[in-house]
């Protein structure tokens, strides 16, 4: 028997604790907004070779950077329970690799606008280079 067996494992507090209060109307709502644009992001981005997101942590100062998938299991998480639990993070990842939320918003935001303009008619009320009046 070594010093190893008898010590007691990590505590991670009762099983009977009571979890975080459910997530408000308003907080649900604001999660399912972020996955429903995390899943465009990632449909614009991912073919460009961005693998996720990059989230700056305020427990330890540090950036996270966080993979497609892993960031909708966070969020999913965050509906059903309340919270997310703690992940490993990539293996020395590429910081290029990944992008803020605010930058793949924007770029979600240029992609539509450029969409919006070569729709017919999509021209915000610009006339078109071939709508002339002769």
Not at 38 to 57: M, N, Q, S, Y
Not at 85 to 111: C, K, L, M, N, Q
Request: charged share 30%; proline share 9%.
């Amino acid at each position: 028997m070594s010093s190893w067996d008898d010590a007691s494992g990590p505590d991670f507090g009762s099983a009977d604790q009571p979890g975080p209060p459910p997530l408000t109307m308003e907080e649900r709502a604001g999660v399912l907004d972020d996955l429903a644009e995390l899943e465009v992001f990632r449909t614009l981005l991912e073919p460009t070779g961005i693998k996720g997101i990059v989230v700056d942590c305020p427990d330890c100062d540090e950036e996270h950077h966080v993979d497609w998938a892993l960031m909708q299991a966070n969020l999913r998480q965050l509906l059903e329970e309340g919270q997310t639990g703690r992940h490993e993070p990539p293996f020395d990842p590429d910081p290029d690799d990944y992008v803020s939320w605010d930058y793949a918003s924007g770029y979600a935001d240029g992609i539509a606008a450029m969409a919006e303009r070569e729709e017919p008619g999509g021209d915000g009320g610009r006339a078109g280079k071939h709508a002339r009046d002769d």
